[in-house]
């Protein structure tokens, strides 16, 4: 046996002996260490519950509610149609997990009955209401909720149709680009509210302005674009996606100004040949929602766009990434499960992909948040 097995066998048994944990409590040096594994291992276990007030939360907008000043809890219940109690109920949990705080007393007699606690925004609280992206997907992790009840039988396969699988047709579907444009406009305004959080990792971490034309493979109703546009003026823009997604495009850029400078081609891209003439393609959040065969499918239809000078550029969370392993790999692990298609990959699987659909230099690009995107450049 190795030695580093030897000591993971030996930490292990440690761990999980009762006696050792009560003297590493109990032993002013190994006190702290075992307190905060004990507060860590809690937190696993009361992860659903946490995530339940952050959803309560959400659906009452408590945040937008504080974000005007401390409010009691009374003022609280009528704002968000609670009773005192369960305002107060709701607002402690959240000041526990830093959604909000206990900002001091109301002011009132200091000899007269005793004074309300006022409760403002937690430093969670605040910075949910600067990324409206995110509350959006704290929204719609209902769904996911809901298909995650049984964990087992999702595993085993052993569960019908899920509700992300509904939500998200297109990825399972045989024939994605007949879905109607009403069928797809549940997860197209999704994803138009998450893609400005994940186009400003992109846009801080490579400078698309040195390209001539951007295609973007799968845009949506054209977020990223929108933030490309703003960023890189002179750069010509072509959106592609599902023709029922490309008919909202038009609407959403219109609207944004940009109906006369990006182009909009409705497809697919596993049956119709991409718009050809750009010298940047960017996948973004597209190849993770796909299983392997799919996947390259995807990256060889790309490869056949791009000119020899071309550049992939593929913006995803990752599996395996340093620091934030639970967003990739148990975050995304599970929500790809339920949704019934794809998985999250290491960098070195993408990679393997990317070769294998014909693409030779390849480079990874930090992003200030990997936790959100990190990403690919690829080139022939």
């Known amino acids: ?75 609280i219940g009528r704002r968000t149609g609670l009773s005192e109690e369960a305002a107060r109920r709701l607002v402690a949990a959240a000041a526990s997990l830093g ?57 085993r396969g052993e569960v019908g149709e899920t509700r992300l699988q509904r939500f998200w047709a297109y990825a399972r579907s045989p024939d994605p680009a007949a879905a109607p444009t009403e069928s797809v406009a549940a997860y197209s305004r999704l994803m138009a509210a998450t893609q400005p959080m994940i186009a400003e990792e992109v846009l801080a971490a490579y400078p698309v302005r040195r390209h001539r034309r951007l295609l973007d493979v799968g845009g949506g109703e054209g977020a990223f674009l929108t933030a490309v546009a703003a960023a890189a003026p002179r750069l010509a823009l072509t959106l592609f996606d599902l023709p029922g997604v490309a008919a909202r495009a038009e609407t959403a850029l219109a609207v944004a100004g940009l109906g006369d400078r990006v182009q909009v081609v409705g497809g697919s891209v596993f049956d119709d040949p991409l718009p050809e003439g750009a010298d940047l393609i960017t996948l973004v959040r597209i190849v993770h929602d796909h299983d392997d065969d799919r996947a390259l499918a995807i990256l060889q239809a790309v490869r056949r766009a791009l000119p020899a000078d071309g550049t992939l550029l593929l913006a995803e969370p990752m599996a395996g990434t340093a620091d934030a392993q639970p967003s990739g790999d148990a975050y995304f692990g599970f929500y ?23 693409f030779a230099r390849l480079r990874t690009v930090a992003t200030r948040r990997p936790m959100l995107a990190r990403v690919l450049i690829a080139r022939p």
């Not at 790809?336 to 014909?358: V, W």
């Open 99 to 155: 959604l909000a705080q206990a900002r001091g007393r109301t002011r009132g007699p200091a000899s007269g009955p005793a004074r309300e606690t006022a409760w403002g925004l937690g430093p969670h609280g605040a910075a949910l209401l600067a990324n409206p992206g995110v509350m959006e997907m704290i929204r719609h992790h209902a769904l996911l909720y809901e298909d995650l009840q049984d964990p087992v039988a999702l595993l």
């Open 1 to 75: 046996m190795r030695l580093i097995d030897r000591w993971y066998a030996l930490r292990d048994r440690l761990l999980a002996d009762p006696t050792f944990q009560r003297r590493a409590t109990a032993f002013p040096l190994t006190r702290p260490i075992a307190r905060r594994r004990a507060r860590a291992l809690f937190d696993l276990t009361a992860g659903f519950v946490y995530s339940q007030v952050l959803q309560a939360a959400v659906r009452l907008d408590l945040f937008a509610i504080l974000a005007d000043g401390p409010l009691t809890t009374a003022e």
């Open 336 to 358: 790809l499960l339920a949704m019934g298609s794809g998985r999250p990959r290491t960098a070195a699987e993408l990679a393997d992909l990317l070769r294998r659909a014909g």
